[in-house]
């Protein structure tokens, strides 16, 4: 079975390169993972090798359709939200709302930040990478729950400029 720390690593260096699509096999179970076009959503899964092509854990699916799961940065936007100036992350990792368990969040809804404003930490392989927000104004909405994984380019968080 795949670790979670490997197929975060993996996911990063797919999203990286060129290469549209990646399986492996390790101890009995694959990995498939294949970079989504604009128009649909993927999910990913590991399965037994054993598992007939049918039972493969992937599944591509239109993003019109109601099932999809529409991707963070790809949103409408509304004429409020338009607006507002995203948060976005650098980086493939886990998002961080604070520098430890017991401390407070960096920020809340309705705090005033400047360019050098501290608003999170994505941690990607084991490095604690802080966020600045890199505009002046106010937290509107924080887009990400505590230790949710987050992509390259997904917006954190919206700030009235």
Known sequence: MFKLSEIKE??????????????????GYKLFLRKP??????????????ASPAAFAYQAVPASTPEAKAEPHAEEKTEET??????????????????????PAFVKVGDKVTEKTVVCIVEA???MNEIEAEVKGEIVQILVDNGQLVEYGQPLFLVRA
Do not use: C
Not at 19 to 26: A, F, H, K
Not at 39 to 46: G, K
């Open 10 to 27: 993996l996911i990063r260096l797919v999203d990286q390169s060129s290469l549209q699509e990646l399986e492996i096999s390790n101890e």
């Open 37 to 50: 076009s604009i128009t649909e959503s993927v999910v990913v899964a590991q399965t037994p090798a054993y």
């Open 125 to 127: 392989m084991k490095l």
């Open 82 to 103: 338009a607006k507002l100036h995203s948060i976005i992350s650098p980086m493939v990792g886990t998002f961080y709302h604070a520098s430890s368990p017991d401390a």
